[in-house]
């Protein structure tokens, strides 16, 4: 015979079972809330943080006009994946970028990245010459926490504006463990590049940061980093280069090779002060014959004289397309002319010696 069923037990039971569940609920530990990392956001200046007449104005546009505080209020959800503390270090287009800003934003790096209370940084950029700056921080940083530098190719006040979601995709990356060690990293258009290959490759596209035959080492995709590959090259915690007592960088300009060139640059350049010249060959970093004779007068002078490539990619092949042996200069390996420069003006720092330079540009 069945039992009859009986609704009144029934409910008993379930309450019981429901009161049971809650109490050890209550008494189960709370599972901890996720610490939050420590994210310093250092403002720069920029498009990112640029104000145009129109949503639709993306070229014509004011840069540098808008706060760190606005940036960051523009991301409400940057609360939710990490603690944020916003500097306004200064507030330039980055085609003004100078030795000085630079060493004012390394040593706030460093002196911040030493503090067990920062974890790591991000730093709002004008695209112009972040790359530049980027390669700097590669080479001067003395931390393995995470840097990454963001910018945007559309002003804030822009319709699809790109600023909002790079600021947040580098805070995410930034607060990543797994971006730790990998030196300084730029971070637009949910990409992930290295800061020694990337360059500015367009002038207006939002895909604008490449490394076109080295390629990116990973992608921001749902709210974190997803890396396939590193760069081969020292960098930060295992570079040489200390700025930390430094006011003032060795003056080290850039020469174009083209058709037709003349030695009048060259000439100018060592007349204003140059200790140090690249010179952005054509080709395989080749030397026009109105122009070498002022590169070998200039290494007479002290010049250090780097061959480079306007190409941007590939080997400049040492006693290639010339005999840098006898020169006695150095080859700039695979860095664009603007990386070039960076290194040099950084090993002028430490030595003259060009086999002590040509040591360090197969090293970075
Ligand atoms: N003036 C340029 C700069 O600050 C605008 C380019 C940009 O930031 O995207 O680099």
């Known amino acids: 015979m069945q039992t009859p069923f009986n609704l009144g037990r029934y409910l008993a039971l379930a309450m019981l079972a429901l009161c049971t569940a809650t109490a050890q609920a209550k008494n189960e530990p709370v599972a901890p809330a996720v610490k939050l990392a420590n994210i310093r956001i250092l403002a720069t200046g920029g498009t990112i943080a640029g104000t145009g007449a ?32 916003g500097e306004q270090l200064f507030q330039v287009a980055s085609e003004n ?8 934003l390394a040593k706030r790096v460093n002196t911040l990245l030493a503090q067990d209370d920062v974890d790591g940084i991000v730093i709002t950029h004008g695209t112009d010459t972040l790359e530049e700056t980027a390669y700097f921080l590669n080479l001067v940083v003395k931390s393995r926490k995470p840097v990454v530098l963001v910018g945007a190719m ?14 947040y995709n580098g805070v995410v990356l930034a607060a990543s463990p797994e971006a730790a060690g990998k030196g300084v990293l730029v971070c637009l258009n949910d990409q992930i590049n290295a800061a020694r290959d990337v360059t500015k490759a367009s002038t207006a596209t939002l895909d604008t940061f490449r490394a076109p035959e080295l390629g990116l080492i990973g992608y921001m995709q ?40 003349t030695r009048a640059p060259v000439d100018a350049l060592v007349a204003a002060g140059a200790k140090g010249l690249i010179h952005a060959g054509v080709g395989d970093g080749s030397l026009h014959n109105a122009v070498k004779p002022a590169l070998i007068e200039a290494r007479k002078q002290g010049v250090i004289v780097v061959r480079g490539s306007r190409t941007g990619n590939g080997i400049v092949a040492r006693n290639g397309e010339a005999n840098d042996d006898e020169l006695d200069s150095v080859v700039s390996d695979t860095l664009n002319p603007q990386k070039a420069r960076i290194l040099l003006m950084l090993a002028l720092i430490k030595t003259h010696q060009t086999s002590d330079i040509q040591r360090m540009f197969y090293t970075y």
Not at 98 to 104: A, G, I, N, P, R
Not at 224 to 233: D, V
Not at 235 to 253: G, M, Q, R, W, Y
């Open 54 to 85: 129109t949503s639709t104005t993306t070229v014509g546009y004011a840069a540098a006009k808008v706060g760190v505080d606005q940036l960051i209020e523009a991301v409400p959800v940057l609360k939710q994946v990490a603690n944020i503390t």
């Open 97 to 104: 970028m100078t030795d000085e800003y630079w060493l004012k």
């Open 154 to 167: 559309r002003p804030s006040t822009a319709m699809s504006a790109d600023g909002p979601f790079n600021i």
């Open 222 to 261: 749902n709210n974190k980093p997803h890396f396939y590959r590193l760069s081969a090259r020292k960098h930060t915690v295992d570079a040489e280069f200390d700025i930390s007592n430094l006011e003032t960088l060795p003056k080290v300009d850039i020469v174009y090779g083209y058709a037709n060139v």
